[in-house]
């Protein structure tokens, strides 16, 4: 392998690029793993380099397919082996049940060199990782490996759903194999970099909200806790310096007397700061609705930082749902199921109307805002041509302490097609929050002390 410190920088430069914060100390500890540890035992390698640069578990996620790319198993595609379909689809077969690493990871390779690559050119173009899996579907062979594991083992040896567990295991790790097979064989024509920032999935937080998949979400759904953790720490610390005041001016005079009339000690106003009151307006429709009910569980997380909160939804329709987010009832698999069945939210039609979900808060519901709240909207401001309701928005501003709208669109989306952001970021103050890492920041800067 030549150039093992353009690989280590490289590396390194990929990780940053994905949030990793990576310091110059560590990555001259990578460095001195690599000449202590050496190049030949990859697998040793890749747990010295994570050992010296990440700071969690959760960052292998990222961190084993950069590695594959800068440090990968080999160069060019496979020497020789099959590959038809069938005699991929046997010899898999075989090695899932043998549990056998190193041959999944020949097959891999394999795999992707016969039923991956796409093009016109006399090897290909590319190579396609999903391409590879849907012609030679590992997921079908599950009843077959069953059978040979059971006739290796005998009847009654495994249960049947810890049996599948394994077997799904494997089948997972070689899918996995085949991703990195894909990615290093476009990286070598294309560019390691190239591929490091595009081909790698990124981490849970920094993981768009409006394109997230279910298990994206589920994933996120897990960092709600750390991250309620990280921000009641903080605006714990913003309280505290909130609460030392400003200098009172006639008692540090007074104060100053014993010094011969120099102030050595100033002597501050004591500031008895009040929990704020936080009310939740949340778009539930489509897309959004993953962005909403992240956002709804980390709030509830966060609920011994707030004199009371208050959360609403809405499509069309707009109802309470303060109690669904209560202790014990708060599940974040079936939250949104939850609003859905429980709560009032759509009328004669299905799309959001910003418009009437915000006239009807403001009707029904004006007495939750006061002088002490801060009002957060969370939604994309597309109103489906209908009114905005502008008056509305007017009257909540007017009653509230704060008013923060929380876009989850680009920017540069904002007033395309049937989004009315502009004209409600004129009344309110309104801000891109596309991931959970923005959302954390946004969430610990605009909330009141």
């Known amino acids: 392998m030549t150039d093992p410190a353009g690989r280590i920088t490289g590396l390194v430069g990929a990780l940053r690029a994905h949030g990793v914060r990576i310091g110059t100390g560590e990555t001259v500890d990578a460095a001195r793993a690599v000449e202590a540890l050496g190049l030949a035992d990859r697998d040793l390698l890749r747990e010295g380099l994570a050992a010296t640069l990440l700071h969690g578990a959760a960052q292998r996620a990222v961190f084993d397919p950069v590695f594959d790319l800068y440090f990968p198993r ?17 010899r898999l077969a075989e090695a899932l049940a043998a549990d056998d690493g190193a041959s999944l990871a020949r097959l891999a390779a394999q795999a992707v060199d016969g039923l991956g690559g796409y093009g016109s050119s006399p090897r290909s173009d590319g190579w396609s990782a999903y391409q590879t899996l849907e012609r030679l579907r590992p997921q079908t062979l599950l009843a077959r490996v069953r059978d040979d594991l059971r006739a290796r083992a005998g009847d009654g040896a495994f249960a049947d759903r810890l049996l ?46 409006l394109f997230a998949g279910r298990d994206q979400l589920a994933e ?18 913003r309280r505290r310096r909130a609460a030392r005041g400003t200098v009172d001016l006639r008692r540090t005079l007074r104060s100053s007397l014993s010094t011969g009339g120099v102030p050595m000690r100033p002597v501050l106003r004591r500031r008895r700061p009040v929990r704020p009151e936080l009310v939740l307006l949340c778009d539930v429709s489509g897309s959004v609705s993953g962005f909403s009910d992240f956002t709804m569980l980390l709030v ?31 599940d974040p698999e079936g939250l949104g199921a939850r609003i859905r069945d429980e709560a009032t939210l759509t009328g ?53 302490r704060r008013v923060y709208w929380l876009n989850p669109e680009p920017a540069g989306q904002w007033g395309t097609g049937d989004s009315v952001a502009p ?27």
């Open 164 to 209: 599948d567990d394994e077997i799904r295991r494997r089948i997972e790790e070689f899918r996995r194999l085949v991703g990195a097979e894909a990615r290093r064989r476009v990286a070598e024509r294309r560019g390691r970099d190239e591929i490091a920032r595009r081909g790698v999935r990124p981490t849970a937080d920094r993981v768009d909200f």
């Open 348 to 400: 004669w039609h299905g799309s959001s109307d910003y418009g009437m979900a915000l006239g009807e808060f403001a009707e029904r519901y004006g007495a939750a805002v006061g002088p002490r709240t801060t009002v957060f909207v969370l939604g994309d401001a597309r109103t489906n041509r209908s009114d905005p309701n502008l008056p509305a928005v007017r009257e909540i501003t007017r009653r509230a």
């Open 423 to 449: 004209a409600y970021a004129e009344l309110v103050e309104m801000h891109e929050c596309r991931t959970a890492r923005q959302l954390g920041g946004l969430v610990g800067r605009l909330l009141p002390v």
């Open 220 to 237: 996120l759904r897990r960092t709600v806790q750390p991250l309620a953790r990280k921000l009641a720490t903080r605006l714990a610390a």
């Open 74 to 90: 080999g160069v060019g595609g496979p020497d020789g082996g099959p590959t038809d379909r069938e005699t991929l689809r046997d």
């Open 300 to 330: 509830q997380a966060l609920h011994d930082q707030f004199s009371k909160v208050r959360v609403f939804a809405f499509v069309n329709r707009l109802d309470e749902v303060t109690g669904l987010l209560d202790h014990g009832r708060a």
